[in-house]
């Protein structure tokens, strides 16, 4: 918000009233941040894109949103993790590539196609082969009394 510069007046300045006196690309910006300013931060997404960064407005309180197109550029993009589509790969999965994790795009391919699951302990894949679905970690921790899975 810009107040009057007169010294005397406490009132803010709307961008119509000073269209004479200001340039169409300062006058275009602040509009812009006026209108991304009433939106809620927790509400806000940008086309990851460098040749678009559109703002977006996620309005449905609660709902996780993944697949994007932008309305703008018309690419897609996914919104939880703020990146181009990653089509092949989960977010979680994703965010572990991001973040150094040890898994590389291939592997992850070559798991989702052979139906590899990962054991929820030690992220490692593994095959169903026969039985059932049930994984016993290969990691085995022994203490006192019982035996523990890490």
Same mark, same amino acid.
């Given at each position: 918000? /810009?107040?009057?510069?007169?010294? +005397?007046?406490?009132? =803010?300045?709307?961008? %119509? ?5 200001? $340039?169409?690309?300062? &006058? ?17 997404? %940008? ?16 709902? /996780? &949103? ?9 690419? &897609?993009?996914?919104?939880?993790? *703020? ?6 790969? =989960? ?10 994790? @040890? ?5 992850? $391919? &070559?798991?989702?196609?052979? @139906?590899? +699951? ?6 490692? %894949?593994? *095959? @169903? ?6 994984? =016993?970690?290969?990691?085995? +921790?022994? =203490? ?7």
């Amino acid at each position: 918000m /810009i107040t009057c510069p007169e010294s +005397t007046c406490k009132e =803010t300045l709307e961008p %119509y009233l000073c269209r004479d006196m200001i $340039s169409g690309q300062v &006058l275009d910006r602040w509009e812009n941040a006026l209108c991304e300013s009433s939106v809620l931060a927790s509400h806000k997404i %940008y086309c990851p894109f460098k040749d678009c960064s559109v703002m977006l407005v996620n309005d449905d309180d609660g709902v /996780i &949103l993944r697949s994007t197109e932008c309305p703008h550029c018309n690419r &897609l993009f996914c919104a939880q993790c *703020e990146v181009p589509w990653h089509s092949d790969l =989960t977010c979680d999965d994703f965010q572990e590539i991001k973040n150094g994790g @040890k898994d590389d795009i291939l592997l992850i $391919s &070559l798991a989702k196609d052979q @139906k590899w +699951t990962r054991c929820p302990s030690c992220r490692f %894949y593994v *095959e @169903k082969v026969q039985g059932c679905a049930h994984i =016993t970690c290969r990691y085995v +921790t022994i =203490t006192i009394g019982k035996i523990d899975l890490l």
